[in-house]
């Protein structure tokens, strides 16, 4: 691991030599196992036992009171494979300039290791008003079975989630989910030359212009409207045949202002062709403006907005927020980084969160 020769506040300090030597480790998706022994290593020499099932850890907080509510800190070890564009070694830890650089640190080493020095400092209070978890999981790049979700049953009630991931430190009280819609338009095949046959590339021309001009009736506070966007296309088998299938695959990004199951139907309900999610488990998030930890935020000055981008959210069926050091602009660049003073004020934010913090 390489060498952080500038030595910063204890809690920092500990926070960039465990990104550092997470950083390189290759961690892609469903091959986070390398990552996973050294992030449990760093908390067997805490003294700490975590639990482990494939790729995932967690740790519940050593004063449990099965009559407290529970709050989850999670994040992610896994990483998407680095841009081609890279200029320095994606699996080599540097400090520049103030800044941390290597794959993952953006996304989302760095929330991970503050989440983690904000558990450790609540670690021994026996007086916390709640329980915590902390849970380092997988396949998050991928929003995979055998990540969180593969998990949740272990972990028990969980009455508020709280999701690393590079936000500024600005809060994400809502967040879009995903569904991924394969349709096809059916025709009747004929020949080109003559006036037979139905084509189904005009039939499926007709619908995609109709979801096109479709607007849901309801609108989401935080996430605006419903987005749809027609992404691939295929019909045809050759030149002088009348195709008899057209198939065209959308992408929705859903919000809080209707489950996926909702959207799903009421699409399929203004469509003629045949509409087929290939999933419904991505659901979009929304918290109350009136929830605790929202009201919390405010007072320490941080901003509220709503997420475009998909996370272990979609995956948790309780209440959550996302909020993270970090910017989620970087995540997924070359030359991925992130600041030492954004590790720093992570560290902080997520303390001073919980500081006063009550939830029911």
């Known amino acids: 691991m390489s060498k952080i020769s500038i030595t910063y506040d204890p809690k920092t300090q500990e926070a960039i030599d ?35 099932s494939g790729n995932n850890l967690w740790l519940k907080s050593k004063h449990w009171d099965q009559n407290k509510p529970t709050i989850l800190f999670n994040s992610h070890i896994d990483t998407v494979k680095p ?44 007086d916390l008003p709640y329980n915590l978890v902390m849970a380092a999981t997988a396949e998050e790049e991928i929003s995979g079975a055998n990540g969180v979700a593969s998990i949740l049953s272990e972990l028990g009630r969980i009455d508020l989630g709280i999701v690393g991931e590079p936000t500024l430190m600005d809060m994400a009280v809502a967040e879009k989910g995903l569904v991924v819609l394969d349709c096809e338009a059916k025709g009747v095949s004929g020949h080109a030359a003559r006036e037979e046959g139905e084509n189904a590339i005009y039939k499926a021309l007709k619908e995609i212009e109709k979801l096109n001009n479709f607007q849901f009736e309801k609108e989401s506070a ?30 929705v990004r859903t919000t ?15 469509m003629d062709a045949s509409v087929t999610p290939r999933s419904i488990r991505l659901n979009s998030s929304g918290l109350s403006q009136d929830h605790p930890i929202v009201k919390r935020g405010e007072v320490l000055g941080m901003k509220k907005y ?45 303390i001073d969160l919980l500081d006063g913090l009550y939830i029911n």
């Open 256 to 270: 809080d202002a209707y489950t996926n199951a909702e959207t799903v139907q009421i699409i399929d309900d203004l």
């Open 83 to 126: 841009a081609s564009s890279y200029t320095l070694d994606p699996f080599k830890s540097q400090v520049m300039e103030g800044k941390l650089y290597g794959l993952g640190s953006n996304d989302a080493g760095g929330p991970l290791v503050c989440l983690i020095q904000a558990f450790l400092h609540y670690q021994d209070q026996e």
């Open 222 to 251: 935080y996430l605006g409207p419903i987005k749809k966007t027609v992404t691939l296309i295929n019909a045809g088998t050759q030149h002088n045949v009348v195709p008899d299938s057209c198939k065209f695959v959308v992408d």
């Open 18 to 52: 465990l990104l550092s030597g997470m950083i390189e480790i290759q961690s892609f998706s469903k091959e986070e196992d390398e990552v996973a022994n050294f992030v449990a290593s760093f908390f067997k020499e805490k003294g700490l036992s975590p639990k482990r």
């Open 306 to 350: 709503g997420s475009p981008t998909l996370s272990d959210q979609a995956l948790m069926p309780f209440d959550t927020i996302k909020i993270g050091p970090g910017d989620s602009a970087r995540s997924h660049t070359a030359d991925e980084y992130i600041g030492i003073d954004e590790i720093e004020a992570g560290i902080k934010g997520y």
